[in-house]
């Protein structure tokens, strides 16, 4: 496994996994429509956008495996000055879930922001109806917050709820497997 910055050149390949995420996850939150027609074009919109305006802006890590993409993070430093730093995303290939590596790319994108930003806070918005990753994330000591409804693409909205960790906590963590990401 090979942990990196993410470059626009990762753009396509990331945004791949985040519609495949998304279908697996996400059914019957977002219109099937959705997530099969709309979702591939629009999330290579979005992360070619990111890459291209916002990339000063934003903290992207990837995992390889023999050069090939199977897991993601963007951290948004400093995104709410009341929340912190803001995980806006964390996506492993659904073949790699349980080894461990959704608790090594938070580490890892929670050390690439302390290199630069050694304080605060990193949260992240988890809809409610992923218990999973709620489980996951409170594995991992994450701390659920307020709830508020988010509003997606396409007309989708659904209630998400809000889980945090003091980044130090996040660059400490014990790297071993874990179950779920």
Request: net charge negative; glycine share 8%; hydrophobic share 45%.
């Amino acid at each position: 496994m090979h942990f990196r910055p993410a470059t626009l050149l990762d753009a396509p390949a990331i945004a791949a996994l985040h519609t495949l995420s998304w279908q697996q996850t996400y059914r019957g939150d977002f219109s099937d429509h959705y997530l099969d027609v709309e979702a591939p074009a629009e999330r290579l919109q979005v992360w070619t956008e990111r890459f291209t305006a916002s990339a000063a802006a934003m903290q992207v890590s990837v995992v390889e495996e023999e050069g090939v993409l199977i897991g993601f993070s963007c951290v948004f430093p400093w995104h709410a000055a009341e929340d912190g730093h803001l995980l806006d995303n964390l996506h492993v290939h659904p073949a790699y879930h349980g080894r461990g590596l959704g608790k090594k790319l938070m580490q890892y994108a929670a050390s690439r922001l302390a290199a630069t930003v050694p304080t605060g806070e990193m949260y992240l918005w988890v809809l409610t109806s992923n218990e999973a990753a709620i489980g996951f994330y409170e594995r991992l000591g994450g701390r659920p917050g307020r709830k508020e409804f988010h509003h997606f693409a396409a007309g989708n909205t659904t209630e998400a709820i809000m889980m945090s960790w003091p980044l130090a906590a996040l660059v400490g963590l014990s790297t071993g497997p874990e179950p779920g990401l």
